[in-house]
């Protein structure tokens, strides 16, 4: 069913069809139209879960642990320094191997307070051992959601489903609603082998020394190997089902391309048009989007990137004393390749900062020159 | 990689055990112990009678409002006369007072006396069967009517001698019937007939019965209050219209006809004073003016009481004496009142220190004056070696009058309190001669700690507003004698009795069995004495301690290291 309506209400949709059961609500601008909508179906009787008020996003995401150890589908929204005051729990819900599923409603961190979008606030829970999808469209937002639940539960890591605040999170479109009994078929039920039951109490996330540990973070690290594989399948599933797909990443036309911009979220929309009218000119340029940010689809990026020689990443994220993050990502997964096109790492767009097409053609123009001026290149720095 | 330290599927996903927790008793880690241990609230303390409030508070609470009746009458068997004419010590111990509003303790404990009375519940003798030994009880104010019934409740026979034509002492005599309906005190006194107290009425010992006719039974018990007015010693005080205040309300509650001027002084600025002010009103006096010694903010009238009459149009001359009554053909005709310097009151005599400032007094004119500045003993009808020289009698921690079978309590033994420190006195007195009876020390159960409002976890309570009664529109007051406050309807006693924290004693509100992290606390059921720790898996964190709402729990230091 198509309905015209807000990216963050297309989340609670996906919610809604997933049958998540226990909910945590903590309001922060941008996600909380999300919470809202769930608040209302689960008021309304349309969606039967628990929908706890809590007073942090940490106790938000405490409650999920437990609610999730207890094997019930899990879900919350949060942003910004919402999501950083979870920092201390994301890493337990990873380390226990619960399948939650959150939205983060992408927003710059504070001071200067500001509540615009930008990248740095999920880009930096980078190491927790969560998955990461980043969103272009509200009907890619539903789709995600639906998709990460299972992949989650396959692989039994938590996922972040990241959309643009403002940009997506706000932004009205005409969005197709899946049909519930496809949702049912795509994604069965939760059946945790291992749960918190009364009647057969067990100890969990107990001590293990030395001498254990590191076993278990190989598990760890295997799954989210294994998570490439099963997103894979999940979107192409997806597609069997629904008739869309997204691909961990998304390439456009990159076949012939010599120079190829890089970029996550809404930005990647601006690019494609600033890709379409270079192509008018006969410039051979092309775009290739990261939809899976964790695990980093190495194979995928340098496969697509395989012919260019040159790439400009746009970062609308800044690790200080570095570069962009996706900057980072992308050199490191290029160096462990044989083709290692030149990278023109540029930061824009910090602070929800509209990032027009004369940016990125900057951006193009500027890589188009022999080698980075600089290591780090700053797009629209006004000083 | 170092192979095969795991074989395939050993190594679980996550740090989970591989066997239940009850395998680890982590008990054993512990070195302090919780454990259940009511304390005292602090309005059980604050009450005379000791009287567990708490305890019917959660009664009222859960509705069971004949059971909340049965547990009053242990201590008390007025509930009826108490909600409406006590003082409420209780409810100023409140510990609720400091976090918003004290409970309306009273307007509950009123609410379940007239419930009871109107479902035509009986007292009930307490176990231990008939006794042999007879007791007279002189006077049948509040601490005779209290030791009365306790002593009758422990199955001996009483007799409750009494000078006035009806039982009650000032309960009837003085405090007027718009504070306690006539219909409902005799009724609570008729309780107590039927529990098989005696009452014989308009005998005055020592005029109607020698004292010596007392003597052939085995324990007396005196509760003969104050009885006498203190004489007025100011000039005019044997002009027509003028009155004492306690023969005022005793003549005007017994039914004697009583006048009052258009314009009426009262002298005084104690409770008896009010009552006598608030009286006069009704009876139609259109000026009231209560002339007291002390300044404002020190008259030891209850604030409560001051109000009512400030409402009923009573004024108030605080900080002045009166120097003399004029009168004209033997009437009270005017009233000399001058400003003074008050220096403090005997709280057991009575007597006040005050002096007259410099400077013209003011006359004001009034058809009646009535002094209500103290009453006394009346001890003439003992012999010289029981009642001692002084004011009241002097007894022992028991209660006792020294080496005799004599005891005594109330107004006599303390000079002017309270009804409720009377109440407790009778009990007090019982309890007291029935040891003497038996032979045996028997002394009230000790208390354990009151527990003050810092003890309590103020993270589990909500402010809520105290439900008040609704008091009656001025005008239809001051045409009658109808009772002024109406009380709290039952939603509304509940209401109130949620608010209740219950301090210092378990109400089953599950928080240690909620929080305890080893899953420790088990229960029975959702109430005080039914959770169990079991201290094979409790490690003595605390939290269970920590989170209980009142202090009904406590940790100990497992091992006493030092001694
Ligand atoms: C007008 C007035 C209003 C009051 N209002 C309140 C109030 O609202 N709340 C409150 O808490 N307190 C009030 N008080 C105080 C309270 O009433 C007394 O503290 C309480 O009544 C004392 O009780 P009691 O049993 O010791 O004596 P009393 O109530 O004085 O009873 C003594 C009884 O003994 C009888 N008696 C005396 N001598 C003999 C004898 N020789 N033979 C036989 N019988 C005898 C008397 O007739 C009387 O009935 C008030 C007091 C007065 C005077
Ligand atoms: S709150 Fe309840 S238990 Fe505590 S002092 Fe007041 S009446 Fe007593
Ligand atoms: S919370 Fe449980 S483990 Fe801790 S002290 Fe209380 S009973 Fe013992
Ligand atoms: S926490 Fe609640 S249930 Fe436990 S002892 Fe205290 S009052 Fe009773």
């Not at chain 2, 239809?476 to 309807?489: D, I, K, Q």
Request: glycine share 10%; aromatic share 8%.
């Amino acid at each position: 069913m198509e309905k015209v309506i807000l990216s963050s209400h297309a989340v609670a949709y996906a919610v809604k069809l997933c049958r998540a059961q226990v909910i945590t609500a903590f309001p922060i601008t941008p996600q909380t139209a999300i919470i809202e909508k769930l608040a209302e179906f689960c008021a309304t009787g349309e969606l039967r879960a628990r929908f706890i008020k809590v007073e942090s996003e940490h106790s938000g995401m405490a409650a999920l642990i437990g609610a999730s150890s207890a094997g019930s589908r899990t879900f919350t929204a949060t942003s910004s320094q919402g999501l950083a005051l979870m920092h201390e729990v994301l890493h337990w819900a990873a380390g226990a191997r619960l399948p939650i599923v959150m939205v983060n409603g992408n927003r710059a961190l504070g001071p200067p307070w500001n509540l615009g979008p930008e990248h740095t606030d999920s880009l930096s829970q980078r190491d927790t051992g969560w998955l990461q999808f980043y969103c272009e469209s509200g009907q890619e937002a539903i789709d995600t959601v639906i998709q990460a639940y299972r992949v989650a539960e396959e692989v039994l890591l938590p996922v972040i489903v990241a959309l643009d605040g403002y940009y997506l999170t706000h932004t009205t479109e005409p969005i197709d609603i899946p049909e519930e009994a496809v949702v049912d078929e795509y994604l069965p039920p939760y059946h945790p082998k291992h749960k918190l039951d009364v009647a057969d109490p067990k100890a969990f996330g107990g001590f293990a020394g030395p001498e254990l540990y590191m076993e278990f973070r190989y598990k760890m690290f295997q799954a989210m190997e294994e998570a490439q594989r099963v997103a894979a399948k999940a979107d192409l599933d997806f597609r069997r089902l629904f008739g869309r797909g997204y691909g961990l990443v998304d390439p456009y036309r990159l076949e012939d391309a010599e120079l190829a911009l890089v970029a996550a979220g809404t930005l990647a929309s601006t690019a494609r048009e600033v890709v379409d009218a270079r192509r008018g000119l006969g410039e051979k340029v092309g775009l290739l989007r990261i939809r899976l940010f964790r695990p980093f689809p190495r194979a995928e990026v340098r496969q697509a990137l395989a012919r260019v020689s040159k790439v400009a990443v746009i970062d609308r994220a800044i690790s200080f004393g570095h570069e962009g993050i996706v900057s980072q990502e992308l050199k490191a997964a290029l160096y462990g390749g044989e083709h290692r096109p030149l990278i023109y790492g540029f930061v824009a767009g910090l602070g929800g900062r509209d990032v027009t097409p004369e940016d990125l053609e900057e951006a193009l123009d500027r890589a188009g020159k022999e080698g980075p001026e600089e290591e780090v290149l700053w797009l629209g720095i006004r000083l | 990689m170092v192979k095969g330290l795991f074989s395939p599927g050993m190594l679980p996903l996550i740090s989970i055990s591989s066997r239940t927790t009850l395998d680890t008793p982590t008990g054993s880690w512990r070195y302090m112990r919780p454990l259940y241990q009511d304390r005292t609230p602090p309005c059980q303390d604050g009450c005379p009678a000791g009287e567990k409030v708490q305890g019917y508070l959660d009664l009222a609470k859960k509705r069971k409002f004949n059971e909340a009746w049965r547990l009053i009458v242990e201590d008390n068997p007025l509930p009826a006369v108490m909600g409406r004419v006590c003082y409420h010590p209780c409810e100023s111990a409140c510990n609720r007072k400091d976090y918003d509003e004290a409970i309306n303790i009273h307007a509950v404990e009123r609410f379940l006396g007239d419930s009871a009375l109107a479902q035509g519940l009986e007292l009930e003798p307490a176990s231990g069967g008939e006794r042999g030994e007879h007791i007279a009880v002189v006077g049948s104010g509040p601490a005779g009517l209290s030791a009365a019934y306790q002593l009758a409740r422990r199955g001996y026979p009483v007799t409750v001698f009494e000078a006035l034509a009806s039982p009650g002492g000032v309960l009837r005599a003085g405090i007027p019937p718009y504070r306690l309906p006539r219909p409902i005190l005799d009724r609570e006194i008729g309780r107590l007939q039927a529990l098989g107290v005696e009452f014989r009425t308009g005998i005055r010992v020592g005029v109607d019965l020698r004292w010596e006719e007392l003597q052939r039974y085995q324990a007396i018990f005196l509760a003969v209050g104050l009885s006498r007015t203190r004489p007025f010693p100011v000039e005019g005080a044997r002009l027509k219209g003028f009155y004492s205040g306690l023969e005022f309300l005793r003549d005007f509650n017994q039914g004697h006809k009583v006048r009052v001027g258009a314009r009426v002084a009262v002298i005084g600025g104690g409770n008896v004073a009010i009552d006598v002010a608030r009286t006069a009103r009704r009876l139609g006096a259109e000026e009231v003016s209560l002339i007291s010694l002390e300044p404002k903010g020190e008259l030891p009238a209850h604030p409560e009481e001051l109000e009512q009459a400030r409402r009923e149009g009573i004024r108030l001359l605080d900080g002045r004496g009166v120097r003399r009554i004029q009168g004209r053909n033997s009437w009270v005709e005017a009233l000399e009142v001058a400003r003074v310097d008050f220096q403090g009151r005997d709280p057991v005599t009575g007597a006040v220190a005050f002096t007259f400032r410099k400077g013209k007094g003011m006359l004001i004119p009034v058809e009646t004056v009535i002094a209500a500045i103290g009453q006394e003993a009346d001890l003439s009808f003992l012999p010289q070696e029981i009642r001692g020289g002084g004011w009241l009698l002097p007894v022992d921690d028991h209660g006792r009058l020294r080496d005799t079978n004599i005891f005594a309590g109330g107004d006599v033994v303390t000079g002017p309190a309270r009804a409720v420190d009377a109440i407790g006195a009778g009990k007090r007195a019982a309890l007291a001669i029935h040891s003497y009876l038996q032979g045996v020390l028997l002394e009230e159960a000790k208390l354990p700690p009151v527990v003050p409002y810092e003890r309590l976890n103020l993270a589990y309570f909500i402010p809520a507003k105290r439900a008040e009664s609704r008091s009656l529109p001025i005008r239809e007051r001051l045409a009658g004698f109808t009772e002024v406050e109406s009380g709290l309807s039952q939603g509304m006693v509940r209401l109130e009795a949620e608010r209740c924290m219950s301090c210092g004693v378990c109400n089953g509100c599950d928080n240690c069995w909620l929080f305890c992290p080893d899953l420790a606390i088990s229960r029975k059921a959702r109430e005080r004495g039914a959770y169990v720790i079991n201290y094979d898996y409790c490690k003595g964190c605390g939290i269970c301690v920590e989170e209980c709402p009142r202090t009904a729990m406590a940790l100990e230091e497992e091992v006493q290291w030092r001694r």
